[in-house]
């Protein structure tokens, strides 16, 4: 059972343009959300987050939004660049043990 | 200060054999976590160890074990691999795993990629 899900394996954008990846999560007791980008033969490298009691949280062109209530979240990039042509994992955080959960990931290309 | 570390990058096995795959970091971090990656199954969690002298199962567990050999070194090891075994592992650490309404990041090593014939 997916906890945490990115039902989209693939984007494709234009330069200059926006991304929005998405992440939906079934259970209440994650308390944070973190987005992580990866690049091919590296570690994930942490991105930006957003506490639960939060709906938005903004770092330069990175903008996370959270909604409770749908139990979704996303990450906006504007404007988009080639070099964030990445894999981007959406992870929940347990509130009881400090565990992460990701998501499949999602592989965005920017193209120029 | 090279983060988190870990050796080798890239090893192949054949069913039944066993290795240990290492895994260091000099951030003076308490908590250090195993997972494995997988095409469309994402980041799962192996094994983790909360703080030195404890670990603890993840999510997927069976056919490996983990040694805390104190606070930089958490090492992964697989007794008698399976083709199942095949995958990108990632070691990472967090200077604590936190509970309650505290994020903790978790930085991440480069991999290992497994290959069980």
């Known amino acids: 059972d997916q906890q945490v899900k990115q039902n989209s394996p693939s984007l494709s954008v234009q330069e200059g343009r926006i991304s929005i990846l998405n992440c939906d999560y079934t259970n209440s007791m994650f308390d944070y959300f973190l987005w992580y980008k990866k690049y091919p033969a590296e570690g994930p490298t942490f991105l930006i987050s957003i506490s639960s009691i939060k709906d938005k949280n903004e770092d330069g062109r990175f903008t996370v939004f959270l909604n409770k209530s749908a139990k979704h979240l996303s990450l906006h990039i504007v404007p988009s660049q080639p070099g964030d042509s990445a894999v981007y994992f959406c992870?929940?955080?347990?509130?009881?043990?400090?565990?992460?959960?990701f998501g499949q990931g999602t592989t965005l290309q920017v193209k120029p | 200060n090279a983060g988190v570390t870990q050796t080798p990058k890239f090893q192949v096995l054949k069913t039944g054999q066993s290795m240990t795959l290492q895994c260091a970091q000099d951030m003076n971090h308490n908590s250090m976590y195993w997972y494995r990656q997988d095409p469309g199954m994402g980041l799962r969690l192996i094994y983790y160890?909360?703080?030195?002298?404890?670990?603890d199962k993840g999510e997927v567990p069976n056919g490996y074990n983990v040694s805390r050999l104190n606070k930089r070194e958490f090492s992964l090891r697989l007794e008698s691999a399976a083709p199942s075994q095949t995958s990108v592992y990632f070691c990472?650490?967090?200077?604590?795993?936190?509970?309650?309404?505290?994020?903790?990041?978790?930085?991440f090593g480069p991999g290992t990629r497994l290959l069980v014939l």
């Open positions: 160890s909360a703080s030195e002298g404890t670990t």
């Open positions: 990472a650490s967090s200077a604590s795993q936190r509970r309650g309404p505290r994020q903790e990041t978790q930085y």
């Open positions: 992870a929940a955080k347990w509130s009881n043990t400090g565990k992460l959960i």
